[in-house]
């Protein structure tokens, strides 16, 4: 697909969403708007984003050597991926996050993996986070039926994680 064709579909959703969401209040949005708090929201997403490639980039680390990808074409294939869940549900994205890597001579079956990693070590980590959150929380914590929906959340994610990074965890998974 052509750049100028691709650009021009980011610009056209872009207008469309735009102009469903009534163009005149977020020009008075926009308008009444501190650029400092803006710019402040644009860098952190910046960085939100970029720590977020990096994660996935330290996991095509795995690759064989011959078949990883320059660092430039990950960062692209993720924000241009990220770009594209603001109009399609999350699967659909790390669909084309997978699909795009294995034009860089990665095997789509270990794009896809990287992918799925990707997605386990973000489930983990807000896990983890909402674990560590809890003591700050006293009225959420005192929910029997949340925590125990945060318990087997964090139960299936510590198991996941302990097949994932424990070599004899592995092993006896994949023996049974």
């Known amino acids: 697909m052509s750049r100028i064709f691709r650009l021009l579909v980011a610009v056209a959703l872009t207008a ?3 102009y469903w969401s009534h163009p ?3 020009l008075a949005a926009i308008a009444a708007a501190d650029l400092r708090w803006f710019a402040a929201a644009l860098a ?3 960085v939100d984003r970029s720590l977020m490639a990096l994660r996935w980039i330290d996991l095509l680390v795995a690759l064989a050597p011959g078949s990883r ?5 990950v960062l692209r294939v993720f924000f241009v991926s990220s770009f594209v869940s603001n109009f399609v549900p999350s699967v659909a994205s790390d669909l084309y996050r997978a699909y795009a890597l294995s034009r860089y001579d990665v095997h789509l ?6 992918v799925l990693m990707d997605r386990a070590l973000g489930v983990l980590s807000v896990a983890i986070v909402g674990a560590a959150a809890l003591p700050f929380a006293w009225e959420i914590a005192a929910r029997g039926e ?3 929906w945060l318990g087997l959340l964090f139960g299936v994610c510590a198991a996941a994680a302990a097949v994932i990074f424990s ?3 592995a092993r006896l998974t994949i023996a049974s």
């Open 16 to 18: 469309l969403v735009l």
């Open 24 to 26: 005149s209040d977020i």
């Open 44 to 46: 952190l997403v910046l």
């Open 69 to 73: 990808p320059p660092i430039g074409a």
């Open 109 to 114: 079956a270990e794009s896809t993996a990287s």
């Open 146 to 148: 949340l925590m125990a």
């Open 167 to 169: 070599e004899r965890a």
